[in-house]
């Protein structure tokens, strides 16, 4: 027998939104716009150019951390975090499963073996406890990530790091501007990897930015972005040689100058950005709390949240049923990543049973609208129609 509900838009009842509340929208303002504009017609288009320059200090101020290298991806800055390091092919390198693929794709780019990790079944980050268990005489590394802009307990897993001689890369794309421990993300892992993508909490169209306090892995960093060669030293040093020389492998990894002129503006409006953010997640907190059968993501101790998602944890036998109910209701509410084990391309790293905080967290995570530009009203019939749905469960 099928249950209906007549009320419910699912079943034909009025919804609560007749125009959809979209999912995300980056925030560009006239400032970004004119400030592209200046950077092209001053004819610098190409990388590493004045704006990217101007970028990479404001952003490494920004963070608090010696070094921000502006680049075309967060998926190459991860690429480039393990191309400096030249570890031996087959060394290996635990990435949580649950996360998108360009996580696994930095080590594999460069020979190097994936571990997937279980993650915590509250929140989606790499679980600190079962931590130790994957580390063999091979592993080389551990690249955390900042789920849904939540760091995880980065304390902990350096501990563990530094223990048995690990490389830490902290897979921050998502995580711009939230704090752990009262600093910037981008201050705990050996390298930190932030992207720009259109879809995060501010954004160069495409881009993304490794930030690190190793001197030495920054400077081998701007050569391997930029096709193996000493131009960033050349450029900066005014050195009179008129050449600069091939001195490393590498690719082509750096920014247009429209893209950093993007980044200035954008980065001077994250703070606002971010704020806007926090004052939706405080609603839907308030609104939502004490609804049976709906949970929110566990928040790391000693986070200052940047609210790049905002999940909820639903019941796993329904959570398909709801998504459709609010979308129904004009609310687009999705789902996130499939686990890298279910992915065709990782599916012999693992089945289910190796990843039940995985598997949990992903059959119960359902992600609602949230971005600065989200109206006063949308944000309430986003709530009112969570609220609705969840009446009839
Ligand atoms: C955790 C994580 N890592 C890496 C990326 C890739 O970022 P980009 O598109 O800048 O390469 C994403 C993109 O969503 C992500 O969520």
């Excluded at 049976?292 to 999940?311: M, R, S, Y």
Aim: aromatic content about 10%; charged content about 25%; some cysteine.
């Amino acid at each position: 027998m099928t249950i209906t509900h007549p009320e419910l838009a699912i079943d034909g009842g009025e919804p609560i939104s007749k125009e959809p509340v979209l999912i995300h929208k980056p925030s560009i303002t006239d400032e970004d716009v004119r400030s592209v504009a200046e950077a092209m017609r001053s004819t610098f288009v190409s990388g590493d150019g004045p704006a990217c320059r101007e970028f990479e200090k404001k952003l490494a101020a920004y963070l608090g951390v010696k070094h921000a290298l502006f680049l075309t991806s967060c998926t190459v800055a991860l690429d480039l975090a393990f191309m400096a390091k030249g570890f031996p092919a087959g060394s290996e390198v635990i990435v949580p499963n649950f996360t998108y693929t360009s996580t696994a794709l930095g080590p594999i780019l460069n020979n190097l073996k994936v571990v997937l990790a279980d993650v915590r079944p509250d929140n989606g980050n790499l679980d600190v406890e079962k931590l130790e268990s994957y580390i063999t005489e091979k592993t080389v590394a551990i690249c955390p990530v900042d789920y849904a802009g939540n760091p995880p307990e980065m304390d902990e897993i350096n501990a563990i790091a530094k223990k048995h001689g690990l490389y830490v890369v902290q897979d921050t794309a998502q995580s711009i501007g939230s704090k752990y421990k009262g600093r910037y993300t981008g201050n705990q892992g050996d390298a930190s990897t932030f992207s720009f993508h259109g879809t995060k909490n501010m954004t160069t169209g495409e881009g993304g930015a490794l930030v690190t306090n190793d001197d030495e892995l920054a400077d081998l960093i701007k050569i391997m972005r930029e096709k193996g060669t000493d131009k960033y030293a050349f450029l900066t040093d005014n050195r009179t040689r008129g050449y600069y020389e091939y001195v490393n492998k590498g690719s082509s990894y750096v920014q247009s100058n429209i893209n950093g002129a993007m980044g200035i503006t954008q980065l001077d409006r994250l703070e606002a950005m971010n704020a806007r953010r926090r004052e939706i997640a405080e609603y839907y907190l308030d609104q939502l709390t004490g609804i049976p059968q709906l949970d929110f993501l566990k928040l790391t101790e000693g986070v200052e949240h940047n609210w790049h998602l905002f999940g909820i944890l639903v019941p796993p036998a329904r959570k398909y049923w709801v998504m459709d109910a609010l979308r129904a209701e004009g609310v687009l509410a999705n789902v996130h990543y499939t686990p890298l084990h279910r992915n065709k391309y990782y599916e012999h790293l693992g089945t289910d049973d190796d990843f039940p905080g995985s598997m949990t967290f992903f059959n119960r995570l359902l992600r609602l609208p949230i971005y600065p530009s989200l109206t006063d009203g949308e944000m309430e019939k986003v709530a009112a129609a969570v609220k609705k749905v969840f009446t009839q469960l």
